[in-house]
């Protein structure tokens, strides 16, 4: 390797560290200002009013996902090298846009007929809104987020990070009065708050030389690899949002928020890991060189598990005194599953490395392929084990994500990845 190409490496692998980096940190201010607002929301509401508080948002994210049409991650691969930035762009927030409206309705349909325990829901205007608007306000902030990433803009994403959780802390004493659909409107308008700010940057600045006429053709132009994304997207976020759903359905509200909460507190890890891979694709996006993809994969695995691990041990120290925060009763009841969970996150870890490689890859079946697998099997544990208590759910989630990680494994002995050495 010559000393150009050396330093070419060295520079890429600081932009990948500092990328990921600020996108770890916007993630950890959201999930810190959720942290503090779902424990303002237990101390003012009771475990059955967040249960279903909950409830309410798994489904609307999980239905958000249906409607993305892969079109973030199709974003974040394809932006940096388009020549009609603009048009790629609009187009793409133009059909997610309809996408996700069309999904808030057939989501207020399926809650009334097919999920039971979500039939409040329907037949109250309030929430009905309140469920298209997390739907649409999910699914656009997606996109726009895989905009930024795609710009290399994580300073801009810090900074929505910030903009979008100082309602969450305020808002709760506000609407004490209105329960359900108080915690719901805080947190559907924090996702609204991040919209505008990001449209703002996106539209008003980083845009502003570009056409910004939709061009349908420049999204058609990808579809393999957004319908690939919209089906491995869709099975991926199945298991966070199901597994919710399936305690509460197997056990009741009350254990739907104390396994919330520590779901909630592992999915740090994936919040690590996610950003990590944004930074990844978005910096493999530069080059076809394999041999760079595969030194920047050994990068980002190494930086991911120098964060990882130190994250684990210290929320499997800090997990009784975090959940006694919420009260007592989340603290019995879910400090055993969240040690489950958290020793889960080295195994999550490796499943966000593979889907992440077979997307740089551009292997689009093998990303489906994927993603419905690990969808499967850890849905398919958690209800099996449910019945068990949560503890039992835990193991479930753990066992689903050691079948995929082992997986993974293989495919990255095949990418000669494992060893880590990159042959001149």
């Not at 890991?273 to 060189?289: G, R, V």
Request: with cysteine; charged share 10%; hydrophobic share 55%.
């Amino acid at each position: 390797m010559t000393t150009i190409t050396k330093l070419v490496g060295q520079y890429k692998s600081s932009e990948l560290k500092h990328s990921s980096n600020l996108l770890i940190l916007a993630q950890l201010i959201n999930a810190g200002g959720l942290f503090l607002f779902w424990i303002i929301n237990a101390r003012l509401f009771s475990a059955d009013i967040v249960g279903l508080a909950t409830a309410f948002v798994s489904f609307g994210v999980l239905t958000a996902t249906f409607t993305n049409l892969g079109l973030p991650n199709t974003i974040i691969r394809f932006l940096p090298k388009s020549k009609y930035r603009g048009g790629l762009f609009t187009a793409s927030f133009m059909l997610v846009a309809l996408a996700s409206l069309i999904g808030g309705l057939v989501a207020l349909i399926v809650a009334r007929h097919y999920v039971g325990k979500l039939e409040f829901v329907t037949g109250e205007l309030g929430l009905e809104l309140l469920m298209v608007l997390l739907v649409m306000s999910t699914a656009i902030s997606a996109l726009l987020d895989g905009t930024l990433v795609s710009l290399h803009k994580g300073k801009l994403i810090l900074a929505k990070s910030i903009i979008t959780n100082l309602p969450r802390l305020v808002l709760p004493f506000v609407v004490v009065g209105a329960g359900l659909r108080g915690i719901t409107a805080v947190y559907v308008g924090s996702l609204l708050v991040g919209i505008g700010y990001n449209s703002l940057m996106i539209i008003g600045r980083l845009l502003a030389e570009h056409s910004l006429r939709p061009n349908i053709t420049q999204v058609t132009k990808h579809r393999a690899y957004a319908v690939s994304n919209y089906f491995g997207g869709m099975f991926g976020v199945l298991p966070v949002t199901v597994a919710p759903l399936v305690v509460l359905a197997k056990l009741g509200p009350a254990s739907a928020a104390y396994f919330y909460m520590p779901m909630m507190i592992a999915a740090l890890m994936s919040l690590i890991c996610n950003s990590i891979s944004q930074a990844l694709i978005a910096d493999c996006s530069q080059t076809d060189d394999v041999a760079s993809h595969r030194a920047l994969f050994h990068r980002a695995f190494k930086h991911q598990y120098k964060l990882l691990i130190p994250l684990i041990v210290g929320l499997m120290i800090a997990g009784w005194p975090i959940l006694s925060i919420y009260g007592s009763e989340y603290a019995v009841n879910g400090y055993v599953p969240l040690l489950v969970l958290l020793l889960s996150g080295l195994l999550v870890g490796l499943n966000w490395l593979g889907d992440t490689w077979l997307n740089i890859q551009k292997r689009s079946r093998d990303y489906f392929l994927m993603n419905a697998f690990n969808a499967v099997a850890v849905v398919s544990f958690v209800w099996l084990f449910a019945g068990h208590g949560l503890v039992a759910v835990s193991l479930g989630w753990m066992c689903g994500q050691l079948l995929s990680a082992s997986v993974y494994l293989l495919v990255f002995a095949r990418s000669q990845l494992l060893n880590f050495v990159i042959k001149k």
